[in-house]
């Protein structure tokens, strides 16, 4: 099995920065796509920002020239460099790998625990 374990959120204020950080364990052979969702109270869970094993990127436009995906294949770990962050970023977030189990299982997809960002004005 596998695991994601999120780690760097916490309390910034607007124009403030974060660096978050998914690191994937266990029985893993191979970690395809990695990305960082983020749902805000009462909304629905938004892609932020994806990035493949190649390390081609997508952004929602919201963050697009704020935020800054990466990834260390050696390390299977994402992060999210965020930048002039603002209140309305404000959401737990949630990192995403789809992983290669060992054992014959296939690709699934794994899901981090969520760490909250909280941007004060």
């Known amino acids: 099995q596998g695991q994601l374990v999120e780690s760097g959120g916490g309390l910034v204020q607007a124009g403030g920065s974060l660096r978050l950080s998914c690191a994937a364990s266990?029985?893993?052979?191979?970690?395809?796509?990695m990305g960082w969702y983020r749902q805000a109270p009462g909304k629905q869970r938004e892609l932020v920002a994806d990035?493949?094993?190649?390390?081609?990127?997508n952004y929602v436009d919201s963050v697009k020239g704020r935020f800054t995906i990466s990834r260390v294949n050696a390390k299977r770990t994402v992060y999210l460099q965020m930048n002039s962050l603002k209140p309305e970023d404000t959401s737990v977030y949630y990192c995403y790998a789809r992983i290669l189990i060992g054992g014959g299982t296939g690709w699934i997809d794994y899901w981090g625990q969520g760490t909250q960002v909280t941007v004060s004005s």
């Open positions: 990035i493949t094993r190649t390390s081609s990127t």
């Open positions: 266990g029985n893993i052979l191979s970690v395809n796509d």
